[in-house]
């Protein structure tokens, strides 16, 4: 009443402010500090480590209309806050060995990464004076939010991964990964006083075949899946199940001869399950 259809009082402004002078605000800060490592110790050996550190604060405040009253003018509104903290840290370090024989080129790549995530904020809901819509009066006080959830996540990764890479007949690329994961995530409620952890595993890989065609044409097709550990709690602080998907992809890359271009095209079938919404 009053945006999709028109009142007694006449069609809301669409630029109609809820809140309160002063009182809203989203401010966030982000860091990161990391660096990239490479030595090759010969044309056939080399090895890597890519590092990174962040960290991100967030402060958010809002009011917002919950509910319009029966004199058709008069909303309620609710006062949401938030405080959250989030730290994560990471680490990828890996040995490629290139190598000839009878014709072909082998790539192989092995390595390990690390990471881990602290998330810990708390969040505030309250009751806010009310506000004419129609005529809004603002400069009302509004009291203090209470705290109704303040929680601490730490999710912790492990990956252990290998892939192959083999040409041969000089026109043929063909690649295999596997890659096995764990995860624990450790979840902390200070207001119930209450903890819980939560373990997982999984196997992923990746299979893919591509021709190199003449004038930068390379036609390619592969099959991949995927694990990802999903932090946080749902509302009855329950914890999440890992997301998991599965790809097949066919495409065409283009890269002509000469000229700085790439042009690329794909059909792909993605599924994925466990997905938060």
Do not use: C
């Not at 500090?33 to 405040?61: C, H, M």
């Not at 009253?69 to 008069?74: G, L």
């Amino acid at each position: 009443v009053g945006t999709q259809k028109a009142g007694p009082f006449g069609t809301i402004p669409s630029n109609r402010f809820v809140g309160e002078p002063g009182v809203d605000r989203f401010q966030t800060e982000q860091r990161s500090i990391g660096y990239a490592f490479e030595k090759r110790f010969s044309p056939d050996w080399k090895v890597r480590q890519n590092l990174r550190s962040a960290s991100e604060t967030v402060d958010y405040r809002n009011l917002y209309m919950t509910t319009l009253e029966d004199d058709q003018r008069t909303v309620k509104r609710a006062n949401f806050s938030a405080q959250q903290k989030a730290r994560i840290f990471s680490a990828d370090q890996n040995l490629e060995w290139n190598t000839k024989f009878d014709g072909l080129e082998n790539t192989l790549v092995a390595g390990l990464d690390y990471s881990r995530a602290v998330q810990q904020g708390q969040n505030y809901y309250g009751d806010a004076p009310t506000l004419d819509i129609i005529a809004p009066v603002y400069g009302q006080t509004v009291g203090q939010a209470d705290m109704y959830e303040n929680k601490r996540s730490t999710l912790s990764q492990t990956g252990i991964y290998v892939q192959d890479q083999l040409k041969f007949a000089g026109q043929y690329l063909l690649t295999a990964g596997l890659r096995h994961d764990h995860s624990n995530i450790d979840n902390q409620d200070y207001i119930k006083a209450s903890q819980n952890s939560q373990k997982d595993a999984a196997n992923t890989g990746r299979l893919g075949l591509t021709w190199l065609g003449p004038n930068g044409l390379a036609p390619y097709i592969s099959y991949a899946t995927s694990f990802r550990p999903v932090i946080g709690q749902s509302v009855d602080g329950r914890n999440f199940v890992p997301e998991q998907g599965k790809q097949a992809e066919i495409g065409l890359k283009w890269a002509p001869l000469n000229r700085a271009l790439l042009l690329t095209g794909a059909l792909f079938d993605l599924r994925k399950r466990n997905v938060l919404t």
